[in-house]
């Protein structure tokens, strides 16, 4: 079995939709995210998208991102990037969390699952240094108290090296629970600082193959053909290619070459 590759929002993130999902069409991806920002998601910004997707025959992964805010109260903005993602096709929806209690982190969850469950989109919960939710344990026990059957767990390849785990802890956890995985390479060690995390999250990724993460062991463990989304935050690459395309084409082609190396097949 073989995995598929998108490009992530993340890789672009200074474009619009539409840009993004013509440099992953000319690019040679098959699917693609989109970063939804309310106050730009106008019906011109829509009709380019539905163009441009339907222009190279995408698919799309993922729209982003929903952060739940301290004391878990959502609001209309965060339904319409549902909403969004639901015109869209998409499949999942990212959210992260500022919320440290759990239970009401669990229930917010539960909401974006009630709303994005009509259009079969799972609800994938990331857990990263910069927010409340720290590490899969943490996100997994939020899952649980959701106890909602769209309900997911986002694995970013980067998070889960900052978070201290092993590939070996992927092995206990539920393939229905993982929906897709973002991959990046990077710095094997970061500075326990929020300012560090957060830099090394967007602007210090690098592409599979080019940087010190175990990346080989957790795509071993992760289940066989889950989606991987290509997401490559890296200052390097923006000051290197400017043009979208150029970039996600280079993104890719260092990606295909690595994974060739190192045995996972993509189709």
Known sequence: ???YLSLAAGTLPEFFPNQVAHAAGQAGFSHVGFTIEPEHWNPEQIKATKNA?????????????IW????????????????????????????????????RTAAALHQLCEWAAPADMRV???FLMITA?????????????????????????????????????LKSVDSNLLSYSQICDGNLHCAETFNAYLEDAIDL???????ELPLEDMLKALPAAIPLSLEVRSKAYRDGYSDPTERA??????????????GIPIR
């Open 1 to 3: 079995m073989s995995h």
């Open 68 to 103: 739940i805010p301290e004391g878990g109260r959502l609001t209309d903005a965060h339904r319409l990037i549902i909403d969004a993602g639901a015109d869209l096709g998409a499949s999942n929806v990212l959210v992260v969390s500022a919320e440290p209690d759990s239970d």
């Open 205 to 211: 990724r690098s592409a599979p193959g080019e940087g």
């Open 249 to 262: 084409t280079s993104v890719r082609q260092q990606t295909l070459a690595h994974f060739e190396t190192i």
């Open 53 to 65: 997707i339907a222009d190279h025959d995408l698919s799309v992964l993922d729209v982003e991102v």
């Open 124 to 126: 994938s919960l990331e």
């Open 133 to 169: 939710v720290q590490s899969l344990d943490s996100a997994l026990d939020i899952v649980k108290r959701c106890d909602h059957p769209a309900a997911a767990i986002l694995i970013d390849s980067l998070h889960f090296q900052r978070a201290g785990h092993a590939a070996a802890a």
